[in-house]
């Protein structure tokens, strides 16, 4: 198997005489198998081993086992801990997600820190089998559908042309020790299901099907790369620009047969989905005017084209308000007051002012955008709430949220999304003396 191992390195060039490589060691078979080609091929590397919490002692099981084998090997060994399950309720995906995001994000981060070259993670051939048949059930494209790549930037997957049955012999003959992961065996993940369920039966409908589907994602990946470069030669060819505006003229579409997939191409590089590129498609050249948001960009329906331009970086606004002075106009269009809470008082219910305790203030205030990560209390809770949650119970398109304005007072606390919603901590009581007014002029 390293004969096989070192070729399949140097085929695809994944690693140079050089390279210094940080090894993704989870402590299961996998990871430990390649943890064991990695010394017996003299690759100089250092593990690093995540602890998401959660399986609770069995995580930490895991940690001291890679601890305990990297000490005897005399490997370098970092560890990071991860609180998972609150990170994926605060970005609103699931806990594979999370796990997947922090844990690269770490690994990139080493990676810099200790100046080393590579991160090796351990996916192999049935991973990459699993991989088709969810991006297949998701209704993937060529992209999807092709797997992994050996090489990612600098992400290297050195062990993608073995199969689990190829590394599980390994590790016997070797008496190469691993930890289990009990959650592998259950069928509550796709994946899982996948794995337990489907490939099994796939295997029951010819002895050499599980070869025959490794060879059809090699020529897939092979095929997708000459797409992609036929794809950028076509773009090239009818992409206009004007300024920092792309503009492709819908004659270019009217010639192609497959427009909406020249659209999709085009677009989704730029944070557009797929629904959003099947809207803009159905919109040329009737929906004139109509605006599509990604993120970072704006897609516009003009009358002979179609127009790309990148949405403008939001900037945060200080804005100084000195006690004393009646108005003061700001960027948008606010305008902010004060006055005295008299007895015949009636507050202004109108989603365009807001009206707060002015004593609860501290000055200066800041009108800002939204940050991943803001909290505040909606008027009628007493708990806080994330705003991306708040978004969501808004309904917000992704213009919307990337768009909306904050007041923040001077200690950080977000008293007023703007047009929307005020902070239950600010807002005016029994004993409220002075009123804070802000009123945003739409138009």
Known sequence: MIDQFQAYINRYNLLAESDKV???????????????????AKVEFVAAHCNFHLRGEESDGDEKFVRDYAERNGIQCFVKHFET?????????????????????????????LGYDKIAVAH?????????????????????????????????????WASREQIRKYAVENQILWREDHTNAESVYLRNKIRNQL?????????????????????LAAENELYRELLQEKLGQI??????????????????????????????QYGFNTDQCHFIHEA????????????????????????LSEINEKTDVEIQIQIGEEEILSPIHLRFSKMEKTADFIINKSSDVAQLDFDKLRFP???????????????????????????????????????????????????????YRIDDRFKIVN?????????????
């Open 284 to 307: 040329v050249g009737t929906g004139i005017g109509n605006q599509y948001f990604s993120p970072t960009h704006c897609v516009v329906i003009g009358r002979d084209d179609l127009q």
């Open 22 to 40: 940080i090894l993704a060691l989870s402590g299961g078979i996998d990871s430990m198998v390649l943890a064991d080609l990695l010394l017996k």
């Open 365 to 419: 205030l800041t009108l800002r955008h939204w940050r991943h990560g803001d909290r505040f209390c909606p008027l009628g809770m007493k708990g806080s709430k994330l705003l991306s949650d708040f978004f969501v119970d808004q309904k917000f398109t992704e213009y919307q949220k990337q768009n909306v304005w904050l007041l923040v007072s001077a200690e950080g606390d977000i008293f007023w999304v703007v047009g």
């Open 199 to 219: 490939l099994p039966a796939f295997d029951e409908l010819h002895a050499e099907a599980r070869q025959g589907l490794y060879k059809s994602l090699e020529h």
């Open 124 to 160: 192999h051939a049935d991973d990459q089998a699993e991989t088709f048949f969810i991006n297949l059930l998701r209704g993937a494209g060529l992209n999807g559908l092709k797997g992994m790549k050996p090489q990612n930037g600098v992400i290297i997957r050195p062990l993608l």
């Open 239 to 268: 992409i206009e620009y004007n300024g920092d505006i792309q503009r492709i003229p819908y004659s270019a579409f009217l010639i192609q047969h497959s427009s909406f997939q020249l659209l999709f191409e085009w677009l989704r």
């Open 431 to 443: 004993d409220t003396k002075t009123v804070f007014q802000c009123r945003w002029n739409r138009s």
């Open 85 to 113: 399950e609150k990170y994926a309720a605060e970005q609103s995906i699931s806990i594979e997600m999370a796990a997947r995001d922090l844990r690269y994000a770490w690994f990139e981060e080493l990676r810099q820190q």
